[in-house]
C-alpha cells in the first residue's frame, strides 16, 4: 500500500495557536478530510455518542477542562478546522477518542466494533557508547497517508519544534522534538474504564504541551502534574544532558518513572512500571453486558496482565540482541510473529514509521516502508 513520501510543512513564526492551525488546515486540507472521511469510528460511534445523553456532557466536560487548562492549544484545534474545512466537532473528537471511547456503550444485539489500539514499540538505551530511543509508530491502517511533520516557531521566537502529526490532530500524538533539546516518543497503555476519570485533560493536549518542554524536568513537570482522564507512557529525552527516561502516568494523578540505562528496554502497550488495571478487547466485549463480570476479572488481578499484543511483542524482543541501534532497527523490523508481529503491515494495524532518536548524533531519522528495507524512506532531522 502506497502511503506517498513524508510532507514537511514550516509553519514558521505564528502570532498565537488559531493563525498556527489555520496555516496547518490550509497547507493540509485535503489530507485532513480524507482522513475525517475514511474514519469509521469517527463516523459510527464517536459522532452519534456525543448526540446521546451520556456523550453531551462527557464532550462538554472534556472540552471545558482542556480549553481552560490550555487555551491557545485549543485556538490551534479551531484554527485546523477553519482552515481544512473540516466541521470543529470532527477534530474535536478524533483529539478526544482516548478520553470518549472507554464511556461508548456496546450494544447487545450486536457484535460490537472495537478500534484498535495504537500498538507502539519502543527500545531504549543509554550507555557509554550509545545514547538512542528506537521506535516503531503503529497505528489503524487507515491512517497511511494521512499522516505530516509539521515544524513552528513560537509565538516569542525563542524555540522551535517538530513533529510527526496524524491529520487533524494536534502535533503530536506520536513523537517530536524541539530545539530546546527535548525529544520524546509516545506509547498507548490502555486502562481499564474503572482507572479513567471522565471529562479530564487529554492525551492529545499533554502531548502538545510536551514540544514546549524547556528541559528534561520541565517536560516531566508537563506530564505528571496534569489531571488527565487517561494514562499515557511518554519516552522523554533531553539531547543536551543525554538522559532517556520512561514516564507512565495514569489518572489521579499517578506516574512513576523509570531511567534507560546501558541494558536495552523494550516498551509495548502495557504499564511496567506503575500499577494500573488494563482491560483487552476480549475483555471489553462484556462490559455494557455483565459489568459484575468484568469487576471480578479486575479484582483478581487477572485483567491487569492480559495484553496478548504486547506480551506477544515482548516475548519476541526478550529473544533478540538490541544493544546497538543497528540490532535495535533489527528487532523494530521482525516480523518472525506472523499473528502479532513487531513490525506490522496489517490488515488492521499498520507500522506506519519507524524513528531513531540519536542522542550523541542529535538527529532524529524517520524510516517509512520499514528500517530493513533499503528502499525505505529515510528522513534525518538535525535536532539542534
Request: glycine content about 6%.
Amino acid at each position: 500500500m502506497d502511503a506517498g513520501e513524508l510532507q514537511v510543512f514550516d509553519a514558521g513564526r505564528c502570532a498565537d495557536g488559531y493563525q498556527l492551525g489555520l496555516a496547518v488546515g490550509q497547507r493540509f486540507g485535503e489530507t485532513i478530510r480524507s482522513r475525517m472521511r475514511g474514519d469509521l469510528f469517527l463516523h459510527e460511534q464517536l459522532l452519534p455518542f456525543a448526540s446521546t445523553a451520556a456523550g453531551k456532557p462527557l464532550l462538554a466536560a472534556l472540552q471545558a477542562s482542556n480549553r481552560e487548562r490550555y487555551p491557545r492549544y485549543w485556538d490551534e484545534l479551531v484554527g485546523t478546522a477553519d482552515g481544512s474545512g473540516v466541521p470543529l466537532l470532527h477534530i474535536i473528537l478524533v483529539n478526544f477518542r482516548k478520553e470518549i471511547r472507554p464511556f461508548i456503550p456496546k450494544r447487545e444485539d450486536q457484535e460490537p466494533k472495537e478500534e484498535p489500539d495504537d500498538d507502539c514499540s519502543d527500545i531504549l538505551m543509554v550507555s557509554q557508547s550509545t545514547a538512542i530511543a528506537a521506535h516503531n509508530e503503529d497505528a489503524n491502517v487507515a491512517l497511511l497517508g494521512h499522516t505530516y511533520i509539521v515544524k513552528a516557531t513560537s509565538p516569542d521566537g525563542t524555540s522551535t519544534f517538530t513533529a510527526y502529526t496524524y491529520a487533524g490532530e494536534l502535533p503530536t500524538c506520536a513523537f517530536g522534538f524541539n530545539s530546546n533539546g527535548v525529544a520524546f516518543t509516545l506509547d498507548s497503555v490502555p486502562p481499564a474504564k474503572c482507572e479513567v476519570a471522565a471529562g479530564g485533560i487529554a492525551v492529545n493536549f499533554v502531548s502538545r504541551d510536551l514540544l514546549e518542554a524547556r528541559d528534561l524536568d520541565d517536560a516531566m513537570h508537563r506530564v505528571c502534574s496534569p489531571a488527565v482522564s487517561v494514562g499515557h507512557c511518554y519516552n522523554l529525552m533531553d539531547v543536551r544532558a543525554r538522559r532517556i527516561v520512561t514516564v507512565e502516568t495514569a489518572s489521579q494523578n499517578r506516574s512513576a518513572v523509570h531511567e534507560a540505562g546501558p541494558a536495552p528496554s523494550f516498551h509495548a502497550n502495557m504499564y511496567r512500571h506503575l500499577q494500573v488495571e488494563q482491560v483487552d478487547i476480549w475483555l471489553n466485549k462484556f462490559s455494557e453486558q455483565n459489568n459484575c463480570f468484568i469487576n471480578f476479572i479486575v479484582s483478581c488481578g487477572f485483567a491487569k496482565v492480559y495484553d496478548e499484543n504486547s506480551m506477544s511483542r515482548e516475548r519476541r524482543a526478550a529473544q533478540c540482541t538490541m544493544d546497538s541501534k543497528e540490532k535495535a532497527l533489527s528487532v523494530l523490523g521482525d516480523a518472525a510473529d506472523v499473528k502479532y508481529p513487531i513490525f506490522m503491515t496489517g490488515p488492521t494495524l499498520y507500522t506506519l514509521c519507524t524513528v531513531v532518536v540519536d542522542l550523541d548524533e542529535e538527529t532524529m531519522t524517520i524510516y517509512r516502508g520499514g528500517s530493513k528495507n533499503t528502499d525505505a524512506v529515510r528522513v534525518v532531522l538535525p535536532m539542534l
